[in-house]
Nanobody, 115 residues
Framework: QVQLVESGGGLVQPGGSLRLSCAAS????????MGWYRQAPGKQRELVAT???????NYADSVKGRFTISRDDAKSTVYLQMNSLKPEDTAVYYC?????????WGQGTQVTVSS
């Protein structure tokens, strides 16, 4: 059974930073590609960043240079370091992985950027 548990969200002022964590209960975590997605109110869920098992990373244009995705395979955890946060980064952030054709999501963590 796959379980993804996000944490680290909260309220932060514009220009601030947060680090999200996603603890994964999944076999062979080190072989899994992982991703962070977000969904703002009234909008579709969108990709934020992904990291492959080989640590190749990919970012949405809107977060390039501000966000960094990383992973600790020993802890089965993927991180999202978010710097220079903007009000438009406000959303529920979800962790995602897949095994074959099956996709798994965490429950999400709320990030609110507001003064």
């Amino acid at each position: 059974q796959v379980q993804l548990v996000e944490s680290g969200g909260g309220l932060v002022q514009p220009g601030g930073s947060l680090r999200l964590s996603c603890a994964a209960s999944i076999s062979l975590f080190g072989r899994r590609n992982m991703g962070w997605y977000r969904q703002a109110p009234g909008k579709q869920r969108e990709l934020v960043a992904t990291i492959t098992s080989g640590r190749i990373t990919n970012y949405a244009d809107s977060v390039k240079g501000r966000f960094t995705i990383s992973r600790d395979d020993a802890k089965s955890t993927v991180y999202l370091q978010m710097n220079s946060l903007k009000p438009e980064d406000t959303a529920v952030y979800y962790c995602r992985t897949s095994i074959g054709f099956s996709v798994y999501w965490g429950q999400g963590t709320q990030v609110t950027v507001s003064s």
